[in-house]
């Protein structure tokens, strides 16, 4: 993230997004919604689906919930669309709930699928209720139909002035409407379901009174049980190991189902749940032929690729798109056995993963509605302070990769109420330290201090309000935008002077009572680094004092190494990073790792790998923060990044780190761009703007016209158009 | 209402009520639960039903929902009890969602109707998750059974401190729960019912096709088709009256069923409506042999009780009681027929007529809960500025009849959220206007003015300020106390000084850009007399120059009515109020009402009386509003009000009115106090605590000991027990 123009550049950019993104938005918008969708109010059909999803956890069939707030949709909502009309248009309305149709403040005795409304101009309004589910609408005539364009509001206040005349606008706020991609009057929303297929064992051995299965790989779905006759009880011990499978006592999940005889042959156990090993112990009275799954998954394309000169890396990518791929489902997940929550610090990554690899904005969105849920605040984002700033974070990178102006402003509100929240619980130093009710993560890690002023919680707290200052900013409130900034500028400054030390050539892990201890953590020093807060001799400083520094305690999960690894990256060192992934990610693999785990600690032998929590199968051995190669592979070996929302401008910096080639393709909202580099050819083919691909060479190199020297060995050639460009140079 | 110690005798009394009341609260609340209830989070059931009910008005046919916002229950809450047991308990857990137990924090796999608790100290913690109905609990052992004091949090959040201990503790909010009388594990709420009895019409006259059909009088159920045959349409038109039942083009109500000849031969109308006329249309196909209903009814007891020597009014009582009985359902509701919604305005005076005819506290809790909604406040109670004070004055009016300090705790968050949200929307003079979005109310009048400052929305807004100083302080929130006292007498100054007009002898209407107009209303007037707000002097100049004026326009709605009359009772004019409401009431009996309206004008003829809001049959001709003769007879004949909180002192001033005998009965949270005066005697059987009966009398009165003459040939009793007092005396 070393060259995200955070501070000051995006500013003069935002000028041109407004003059250039609307057109394309619009023409983007116009292609993917051209017919009726069904809509909501922004969010509550994201908060709604979550709701459902996140209490699919169990621990051994006991219900287990979200441990944090939960919020509802709004039961009653009005949607409003003024039409202009060349001609009459009769109109079907299919809502989720009952509904109160108003045509120009008339309400509609007649049949909603054929509403007749003549030409000429009307306002459309349509009150939906429904307490159980999203209200939701389907509007669809020959001129009029719902999209994105419609509003709604949750409280459609009748306002009566002075002299006693109703009005319905006055005083009611509007908002645009929420939609997805239910683009069919059938397909309603409260009825979505993840897509499936069949799925066969790769062995089925006869075990106990029933049978082991092995599906060969880490997967996720229903498990089916074949001929199944008799009445009785049945057993499924699931496990994402053999040993959990086969431990009846310790495996984290199990299906206990009883059968009368009346069953289906064919049963299908209605829950879907993560494994690679069926553990399926029938009882006496029960007897069945085989097993086999219906894998459950979210359909997304892997748009973006990478492969190189190294096996072992391609395999690393390969396993970490598919750890990506079984954690995207509803929401960005953290892992599929256990929690199957959406926790803010793990969906970051998720988002950074995915713009990488399937570059799927929807589910950015909904992730990101899921998770702060509505007003009022009265916690952080999962109860975690990280994880209310990685919140604000992951908004400013969807911006970034995304350029989608509409959703900034759509989430605006609830930026402000939830940063609002936080300043309303600042010290009297402006700093924001653990008060009751919060939890203080940064990571798993023994013996972290979490006491005091946290340096890297207040490094996470300024790049939030950062963030703010921009959305501010999109939202035209200079005032608000003003605020922010100072505050993230005090904020940022008191960082580097307070936390600083000249001993130690390191940011100091926290300070209490006004002093700072003599700890030094990686964690504020890396992202320190990738948020570009310090000097060149700093980052040198920090790089050789800490992050190369074996004294300092090493980082043993995924989750942080994809901090590390990128600070490392930022600073150049790619060829060093790659052998940290083959040591780490390659030491799963090693240990028979179908999809990336949620911690990994080499030290660690035999079972003790599948433990964590104080359980033997505590461990998730599918994990989202497991599969960070997506993203380095892609920002620093492919080196493709936006330098501008939704890639106005972008930046291609190949980097071999010393494999004898790479390949691949990064995914933008305006189509692919795929590189190609070896030690002496650079091929890209980029998308229409203005990209920049900047190199190192030995050599002067050719191929194309008006490449620039920047000095320092390296040169830049200008990408704008998406023909293909080819370089020969002399890799260092 | 003159006699209401709101300002300073409360205080001292709340000492008195923390010491007195609490002993005899426990003891009431251990009598109506000493076995399990259903419970959930505080006014979240409420919620929940109030969305449901005031879902079913229908326009012609067409939905027709609140125009106000609506709330959801939490859909997920945890439920606690820390418990201290003699002996090991076996408890069985029921809820309404999916549930999460813990005992001390540990995970609980097995049956939930078969926990075993050992002997000694515990925590029972039980997270219950339901995104459709209200999370709900139900919990019965020997020793441990859910009741009103559990406690729930709808945020459990996990507090993770420094070291990493997880904590469930810290940074918790946890509140009392809710419950009503749901005392079965079979009772679930969510499958809540009105109670039903069969019903049979008083003239069933073959009219068109079908029939029209007398019920004899208002009311209110599900219409039964009997022997109904055959496929096709037939269409059900209701009327209040029999021109609106006959009128298939314009009554208020109708169901158009369509059949298939599967129906049932008796089939009952799934929809509960209002009316007294039926006209039942079956179209070719379709034959039926008569129709009744199923009246449908919350079950109340008519605690309360009047007669006279006049039956006429005695009349009006009953008919009154019956009107309110029909309004009093799920909730308190404004009208049977077209809204059946929750309005505060209205809820108030039922609040007011319900303590002296069914004094049913749950009523009074339920509406205000459904009123109030949940957190945050962003419009006033049912958008209407005036509504949101009169549910402030709706809890003070609670506290004084019911001296429930429980509820006055736990509602008191809400009060706090919805009085900041008025106090942010003063104007530099510290008063509220309509701002966009308000509906300013007062009443249905024309042409009535909402210009500017209107000192009757002040003078409700100082009555708020005055009951949060003392919720407040039963709160233990001694500073917001003395802030909301502050700011209530600052703002009673202003009404006394900047509204009164010398020249007009009265208060003026409204104040524009800082200029008193020159418009008197009654309004004002009114409520300064029962709010105690002037000098003997002044009250005998509104009630000479406004209330006795004529050229002060007149009230048409039996709402400000009750407002009317209750000041003109309060300055002793009882005489002259029981001719009003001889006149006013009494000329809806002739008109042949059997509920009072929502609206009577005796200079209207004919139909003209059915219409309103533009449509022919728009009027309510059952509207709670018209009730008031329950509360005034109560009040201002039978003369018994508490004095302080839960009638811990009460006063008794029987008022003949120029009746030659009164007799009646007033419920208390104690009992009832029964009243019975003539010329010559009067009759009292009070209750326990520190009663007084005042009256006048020609002569010295006797019959009982101590008996003291107050002056101006007023004596008074002390009633301390219920036993029967009978004095003898000479009335005037």
């Known amino acids: 993230m070393q060259k995200i123009p955070y501070q000051n550049k995006l500013y003069a950019f935002i000028v041109l997004v407004f003059l250039v993104l609307p057109t394309f938005l619009k023409a983007q918008h116009d292609g993917a919604h051209p017919k009726a969708t069904w809509i909501w109010y922004p969010g509550d059909y994201e908060i709604w689906l979550s709701n459902q999803m996140q209490a699919k956890r169990t621990e051994r069939g006991a219900f287990f919930p979200p441990l944090w707030r939960y919020y509802s949709p709004y039961p009653l909502v009005t949607f409003r669309k003024k039409l202009s009309l060349k001609q009459d248009d009769v109109v079907q309305i299919h809502t989720e709930g009952q509904a109160k149709i108003q045509l120009d403040g008339k309400l509609y005795y007649g049949d909603p699928l054929n509403l007749v409304i003549p030409a000429g101009e009307h306002t459309l309004t349509i009150k939906v209720y429904n307490q159980q589910k999203t209200p939701s609408l389907y509007v669809q005539g020959n001129q009029v139909h719902s999209d994105g364009t419609w509003e709604v509001t949750y409280e459609d206040k009748e306002w009566i002035d002075a002299s006693g005349r109703t009005s319905g606008e006055s005083g009611t706020k509007w908002d645009r409407v929420g939609y997805w991609n239910f683009n069919n009057k059938q397909e309603l929303p409260s009825e979505f379901q993840l897509e499936t297929k069949p799925k066969k064992a790769i062995q089925i051995m006869p075990y106990k009174k029933g049978y082991l299965v092995d599906f060969g790989e880490e997967t996720f779905g229903f498990i089916k049980l074949h001929s199944l006759k008799g009445s009785g009880n049945l057993n499924v011990y699931y496990g994402e190991s053999e040993e959990e499978a086969r431990s009846e006592e310790f495996c984290e999940t199990l299906d206990r189902l009883k059968f009368d005889g009346t069953q289906p042959d064919e049963f299908l156990i209605d829950q879907s749940r993560a494994f690679r090993y069926v553990n399926v112990q029938p009882e006496s009275g029960i007897t069945l032929d085989s097993v086999s799954m219906l894998y459950e998954y979210l359909p997304l394309e892997y748009k973006g690729a990478f492969s190189s000169s190294d096996e072992l890396l391609n395999e690393i990518w390969n396993i970490s798109a598919y750890t990506m791929h079984l954690t995207s489902r509803e929401f960005f997940i953290d892992g599929i056995k256990r929690d199957r929550w959406i926790w803010s610090g793990d969906a970051y990554q998720s988002y950074l993963m995915n713009y990488y690899l399937f570059n799927d904005n929807p589910s950015v969105k909904r992730t990101t509605y899921a998770l702060r849920g509505k007003e009022p605040v009265n916690s952080h984002i999962n109860t975690i302070m990280d994880y209310s700033f990685y919140w604000f974070m992951g908004i400013y990178d969807y911006y970034l990769f995304s350029g989608d102006v509409d959703f900034i402003k759509q989430i605006y509100p609830r930026m402000e109420s939830l940063m609002e929240f936080c300043l309303q619980r600042v010290n009297e130093n402006g700093m924001m330290e653990g008060l009751p009710g919060d939890w203080v993560f940064i990571d798993w890690a023994d013996g972290l201090t979490k006491e005091g002023e946290l340096s890297f919680e207040q490094i996470l707290f300024a790049r939030s309000l950062e963030t703010m200052a921009i959305c501010a900013a999109i939202n035209k409130d200079d005032e608000a935008s003003n605020r922010y900034r100072s505050l993230a500028e005090d904020l940022k400054q008191k960082i580097l002077t307070q936390f600083w030390s000249e001993q130690q050539k390191a940011f100091i892990h926290n300070r209490i009572d006004g002093e700072l201890t003599n700890e030094v953590t990686r964690y504020t020093n890396m992202f320190a680094v990738f948020f570009n807060y310090v000097s060149k001799e700093k980052e040198s400083q920090i790089l050789q004092h800490v992050l190369l520094n074996d004294q300092v305690k090493q980082i043993t999960t995924p989750y942080m190494r994809f901090y590390e690894l990128e600070a490392l990256c930022a600073l150049g060192e790619q060829e060093y990073v790659l052998d940290e992934i083959r040591d780490y990610w390659g030491g799963m693999l090693a240990l028979g790792a179908t999809s990336f785990w949620e911690k990994y600690d080499p030290t660690e032998k035999g079972v003790e790998q599948l433990a964590m929590y104080g359980r033997p ?86 191929g194309v016209e008006g490449i620039k020297f920047l000095g320092d060995h390296t040169y830049e050639v200008a990408i704008q158009s998406s023909k293909e460009y080819m370089i020969n140079y002399r890799a260092f």
Chains 1, 2 share one sequence.
């Not at 190949?654 to 933008?668: A, E, S």
């Open 617 to 702: 199968f505590g461990k998730s051995l599918c994990h989202a923060w497991g599969a960070s190669p997506i993203y380095l592979f892609g920002r620093y070996y492919l080196g493709v990044q936006p330098t501008d929302p939704g890639f106005a401008t972008y930046e291609i910096k190949p980097n071999l780190g010393g494999l004898r080639w790479i390949k691949g393709k990064v995914p933008t909202p305006k189509g692919s761009i795929s590189v190609y580099a070896d030690r002496k050819q650079i091929k890209i083919r980029g998308i229409s703007g203005d990209g920049k691909l900047r190199f190192k060479s030995r050599n002067k190199p050719s």
